[in-house]
């Protein structure tokens, strides 16, 4: 007996159509979000100081060294606690005119550009980009050749007298003054 002349055309046409439909919908459900922040693990956090000509700032880092983590920095955060940021380091100097970006940052930051030795070189202020298009997002360069990179909440480096020239320690017990 054949089924299909028994029952209507729409319906058998619709029930041909469903592996279809579930097969797109699933595919549509995997490329959604593509510009969304996606989750990650935890990052190292490592304690470390800037030492300054007044003394030193106790400060909590999380570490991002490879490409994916430094892509993603700090986006999609709503608050960073007070003495906490991001430190992001490289193998390779990188140039005057590589910069970070604010996309899918929520938060206006502080970013000093250190050398090899920690030594700040320059400090920019960054404010969110409210664009969802990335290409519409600012760019802050460094200015300075740098080996890494420390973003902080907005204010910080100027509320602790932090400056060009002060230094970037990691080491915990080497954070006392020198």
């Not at 299909?4 to 459900?29: D, E, H, K, S």
């Not at 989750?39 to 300054?52: M, Q, R």
């Not at 700090?74 to 960073?80: D, E, K, Q, Y």
């Not at 200015?143 to 907005?154: D, I, R």
């Amino acid at each position: 007996m054949d089924i299909q002349n028994r029952l209507p055309a729409a319906f058998v046409m619709n029930i041909r159509g469903v592996p279809l439909c579930i097969a797109a919908l699933m595919m549509a459900g995997c490329s959604a979000g593509s510009d969304a922040v996606e989750p990650s693990d935890p990052l190292p956090v490592v304690a470390a100081c800037f030492i300054t000509g007044s003394g030193t700032v106790e400060v909590s880092l999380e570490v991002a060294k490879a490409p994916h983590e430094r892509r993603k920095g700090l986006m999609g955060r709503t608050s960073l606690a007070p003495a906490s940021g991001m430190l992001f380091q490289y193998q390779n100097p990188q140039s005057p005119d590589h910069g970070f970006w604010m996309y899918q940052t929520l938060i206006p930051l502080d970013i000093a550009y250190l050398d090899r030795q920690g030594v700040i070189g320059n400090i920019r202020q960054m404010e969110p980009c409210a664009s969802s298009n990335g290409s519409n997002c600012p760019s802050y360069p460094a200015g300075v050749a740098f080996m890494s990179a420390v973003e902080m909440n907005a204010g910080f480096f100027e509320a602790n007298q932090i400056g060009t020239g002060d230094r970037l320690q990691l080491a915990p017990q080497g954070c006392s003054r020198r």
